[in-house]
């Protein structure tokens, strides 16, 4: 069983950039569909972005869009969402979420994730 880890959460003026990591214990994260999701303080979990196992494939949330970027380094074996001109609105908990790449690719489906990240904090002040 894969244990996914986020990192790079923080607090970053509106405007400002952030990088984070999804990095995986126990197996290869190149084996895997990686999804990122954001759920803010009383609202549901929001996709936004997603990249496949072979990584010809990345897709991202409408409220995102041209702002974050999803990438692998396997080298590193880690996922990178790099998140540019952020705004208060993208404040939230941000879960990073995989599936074996044997599956389907599960895109923006959150039912599609077997497994899920603690989640890392994000807060951007207006």
């Known amino acids: 069983q894969v244990q996914l880890v986020e990192s790079g959460g923080g607090l970053v003026p509106a405007g400002g950039s952030l990088r984070l990591s999804c990095a995986a214990s126990g197996r290869t994260l190149s084996w895997y569909h990686i999804g990122w999701f954001r759920q803010a303080p009383g609202k549901g979990r929001e996709f936004v972005s997603a990249i496949s196992g072979s990584g010809s494939r990345t897709d991202y949330g409408d409220s995102v869009k041209g702002r974050f970027t999803i990438s692998r380094d396997n080298a590193k074996d880690t996922v990178s969402l790099k998140m540019n001109s952020l705004e208060p609105e993208d404040t939230a908990v941000y879960y990073c979420?995989?599936?074996?790449?044997?599956?389907?690719?599960?895109?923006?489906?959150?039912?599609?994730?077997?497994?899920w990240g603690q989640g890392t904090q994000v807060t951007v002040s207006s």
């Open positions: 979420a995989g599936v074996h790449s044997s599956y389907n690719y599960p895109n923006k489906k959150e039912s599609g994730y077997d497994y």
